[in-house]
């Protein structure tokens, strides 16, 4: 580690374990601002569902990535690969150390590491692809791409169509896996990286986001999906939360058997989380449910700074 270049603190783990407010403590402590690697917290017209800071928890550090974009523009991780490495370069002017706090591990990559350029797949294929998952749904897809590339499987929100279709796109393109493609250049930064992650007892952690998404409801959820309904096409509200109630609203199933959904596909997505964090060795991981976390966070960043 070079001690005269600045550094990012990466804070990482699955969702509803706490890291909203350990990065709000480090910010605090170290002077310096937190840069959201949430793939759904920079749409400005998804705020319950996706667990937004709120606006005492926005007002207690400077956030960039949260409310930064809407929903109709497309915004891609190598999109946030730029404009990331564009606001880091600016806030390293004026701080020795910055905060990059998210459960999207793709976009902590693409931070920190970068991306090779995927290769282009062939029309027909996608073509062939999206009639499939028109007419025989997502399954057939999911079974599909966990048998062609399991490592991307383990890692992917498998309930994302547009995600699934385009590792598969690319593997019937060029017969390698998707993550071949991710895996095989890190491209260095200017920075510093130190990584670290937050996990608790797997019971404690799903008794979280069982709570959380009964917050969310009483906060308004189910409206703030209603307002959403003429955009529901659009790939950002391919996601746990919004999917299940969209499929409420068409009368597949009830509210309760939605309610229910949105916990188990949220585990399911933590589960996913943890996994793909885990695979990373380079993270230092700490127990969100120790009372002394956020001393042990600190000391942990000055010992390697």
Partial sequence: MNSHSPTLIVVAGPTAVGKTAAAIKLAQHFNTAVASADSRQFFREMSIGTAKPDAEELAAAQHYFINSHSITESFSVGDFEKQGLTLLNEL?????KVILAG?????IKAICEGFDDL????????????????EEGITPLQEKLKQADPDYYAQVDINNPQRIIRALEVFETTGKPFSSYRNATINKRP????????????????????LRVDLMVKQGLIDEVKSLLPFRD???LNTVGYSELFDCFDGKITLDEALLLIKQNTRRFAKRQLTWFRKDKSFIWFDAGAPDVIDQMIKTIETLT
């Fill in 92 to 96: 390293f002017k004026t701080h020795d």
């Fill in 103 to 107: 459960g999207s591990g793709l976009y």
């Fill in 119 to 134: 290769p282009v797949a062939d029309i027909a294929v996608r073509d062939k692809l999206n009639r499939q998952l028109e």
């Fill in 191 to 210: 920075f510093n990286i130190i990584k670290l992650a937050l996990d608790m007892q797997r019971a404690n952690l799903y008794d979280r986001i069982n």
């Fill in 234 to 236: 659009l790939n950002a």
